[in-house]
């Protein structure tokens, strides 16, 4: 079952950290299957934010956002990530880890 929702999260990068909304299709595949989010899009951030590369972060998961002439675009790619709790990881920030695996995807075309 697929239904639009709204979510609270934490926004992070170009060196802030900011609380925010986003909407997102959330994909509910079956009752005790993992939920998916996709075609995510911060709605409700300050304005003030500079244009650029950003994560936010709920429910254990993390998703890619991006600001491009004051506007938040959608990542048609989008794909959330679980992040592991930090007693199972040997040292490291799961945010940073997980901001390296999203990176990738905000790429729209490969430059050789």
Same mark, same amino acid.
């Given at each position: *079952?697929?239904?639009?929702? %709204?979510?609270? =999260? /934490?926004?992070?990068? *170009?060196?802030?950290? $900011?609380?925010? &909304? +986003?909407?997102? *299709?959330?994909?509910?595949?079956?009752? $005790?299957?993992?939920?998916?989010?996709?075609?995510?899009?911060?709605?409700?951030?300050? +304005? !003030?934010?500079? &244009?650029? @590369?950003?994560? @936010? $972060?709920?429910? =254990? %998961? @993390? @998703?890619?956002?991006?600001?491009?002439?004051?506007?938040?675009?959608?990542?048609?790619? $989008?794909?959330? /990530?679980?992040?592991?709790?930090?007693?199972?990881? #040997?040292? =490291? #920030?799961?945010?940073?880890?997980?901001?390296?695996?999203? /990176?990738? %995807? %905000?790429?729209? !075309?490969?430059?050789?």
């Amino acid at each position: *079952m697929r239904s639009v929702v %709204l979510i609270r =999260g /934490l926004l992070k990068g *170009m060196g802030r950290e $900011t609380p925010c &909304d +986003m909407l997102a *299709m959330k994909d509910a595949r079956s009752v $005790t299957g993992p939920i998916a989010y996709s075609q995510c899009c911060v709605i409700d951030a300050p +304005m !003030d934010l500079p &244009d650029g @590369v950003y994560v @936010v $972060t709920f429910n =254990g %998961l @993390v @998703v890619a956002a991006r600001k491009e002439g004051g506007l938040w675009l959608p990542e048609e790619a $989008t794909s959330p /990530l679980q992040i592991e709790p930090r007693a199972s990881r #040997s040292g =490291g #920030s799961p945010e940073i880890e997980a901001i390296i695996e999203v /990176l990738p %995807l %905000l790429k729209k !075309d490969n430059v050789a």
